[in-house]
């Protein structure tokens, strides 16, 4: 998976699958891009992913998640819920502000 932080008023922490980085997916009048400039950061494993969710909770950011394991690490550490994912042609999508 890939994190990139932006910073700005408020801490912005984009994280994806890493198989869908670059793609565009298209449903209706929906559009999901995966853009790289946006979400290619540092690659990171699910462990590390953990700890950085958990650390950029403490600093309330906000995330942007796409992708089936991003999604569901996110499910996990408690920062979405099932309620709050959305799909664009089957592929998964979160937001939130904490």
């Known amino acids: 998976m890939f994190v990139k932080i932006h910073h700005s008023y408020r801490t912005v922490v984009a994280i ?8 565009k997916f298209e449903e209706g009048n929906r559009q999901l891009d995966v853009k790289e ?3 290619k950061g540092q690659e990171v ?12 909770v403490i600093e309330d950011a906000t995330f942007n998640i796409v992708g089936e394991e991003s999604v569901a690490i996110a499910l996990e550490t408690g920062i979405i819920k099932k309620e709050g994912i959305h799909k664009v042609n089957g592929v998964p999508f979160a937001l939130t502000l904490l």
């Open 16 to 23: 994806c699958d890493s198989k869908i980085l670059g793609k």
């Open 37 to 39: 400039s946006f979400y």
């Open 45 to 56: 494993s699910k462990p590390e992913l953990l700890k950085l969710i958990k650390r950029q």
